[in-house]
């Protein structure tokens, strides 16, 4: 069983920064598609950004320029660097891995950006 444990949420100020970090247990990380999803109350979740084993990139157009997405496969770990965050960004974030017809996902972690 995959587990994966996120980290790096919580409160900053419009046009600041944070970086989440999803690390994986397991052998098929390398392998892997891994997502950034997020979720705000009363709102459909939606993909933030992905990246697949290849190091190829997708981003929602509401985060392109602003958030990057990243991976190391040495850590089993992917990277979401966040910035110029806005009050609209607030959302639960979920960090998912796709391999197959695997799916997996972490335990989520709060980003809040409010002044």
């Known amino acids: 069983q995959v587990q994966l444990v996120e980290s790096g949420g919580g409160l900053v100020q419009p046009g600041g920064s944070l970086r989440l970090s999803c690390t994986a247990s397991g052998s098929i990380f390398r392998l892997s598609v891994m997502g950034w999803y997020r979720q705000a109350p009363g709102k459909q979740r939606e993909l933030v950004a992905r990246?697949?084993?290849?190091?190829?990139?997708n981003y929602a157009d509401s985060v392109k320029g602003r958030f990057t997405v990243s991976r190391d496969n040495a850590e089993n770990t992917v990277f979401l660097q966040m910035d110029a965050l806005k009050p609209d960004d607030t959302a639960v974030y979920y960090c998912?891995?796709?391999?197959?017809?695997?799916?997996?996902w972490g335990q989520g972690t709060q980003v809040t950006v409010s002044s």
């Open positions: 990246i697949t084993s290849g190091e190829t990139t």
């Open positions: 998912n891995l796709q391999f197959a017809l695997l799916n997996y």
